[in-house]
């Protein structure tokens, strides 16, 4: 999902109006798959405000006042940074204010630095900015409140530099160990041998 969402978001301006309709559609069936009940009503209007950035501040709003109890996952982060991105850099202090409000919320709920790791690079920077330019002391107080929680949930060191992705657990990765492990075999065995790094990559932390 984080390597998918930006490519449909980009096909969703795009000139043509059968490749926005397609990339519409395909980013509504993906979503659909987003298990999270704190955000799954307001998926129709994340989708919308993609499309069109007019939508921002007024689902910025009502993703403000939702209470986020669920999991995060990196699908559920996936659908919100576009929304959350845009949102912090709106001119508006108040839904600059709102969308680290988000940040924060959500990010409170993150298990694992590398569910986080995709977006580190969109999310911190803007917030960082944002704490810097941002003359409300209240504003500014929630801001640095959601720069410290993604230092936090994303294991960022004391200098602020954005840890990099991992790739454990990618099928390329998977399928390279596997290779090692059962050494050279016949072309005929590349299917089964990607099938099984496919697997591997779709059972990563299911206890």
Known sequence: MPELI??????????????KKAATETMTKCTATVE???IERFIPSLVKSIADPKLVTETVHELGATT??????????SIMVP???????????????????IVDNMCKLVD????????????FPALKANFQV????????????????????GAIPAD????????AGDVQVNLNILKDLVGK???????????VAAIAEGIQGID
Not at 6 to 19: C, F, G, H, Q
Not at 185 to 195: A, C, E
């Open 6 to 19: 930006p490519v449909l978001s980009e096909a969703m301006w795009d000139t043509k109006n059968d490749v």
């Open 36 to 38: 999270n009940k704190d």
């Open 68 to 77: 986020f109890v669920s999991e995060v996952t990196t699908a559920a982060l």
């Open 83 to 101: 929304l959350l991105s845009r949102g912090l850099a709106e001119r508006d202090t108040a839904i600059k204010r709102k969308a680290a409000v």
């Open 112 to 123: 694992d630095p590398q569910v986080v790791a995709p977006f580190m690079s969109k999310l």
């Open 134 to 153: 941002i003359a409300d002391p209240e504003a500014r107080s929630v801001t640095e409140r959601a720069l410290n929680t993604l230092r936090r949930v």
């Open 160 to 167: 602020d530099t954005i840890p990099e992705v991992s790739t």
């Open 185 to 195: 075999k016949p072309k005929r065995f590349d299917v089964v041998q990607s099938y």
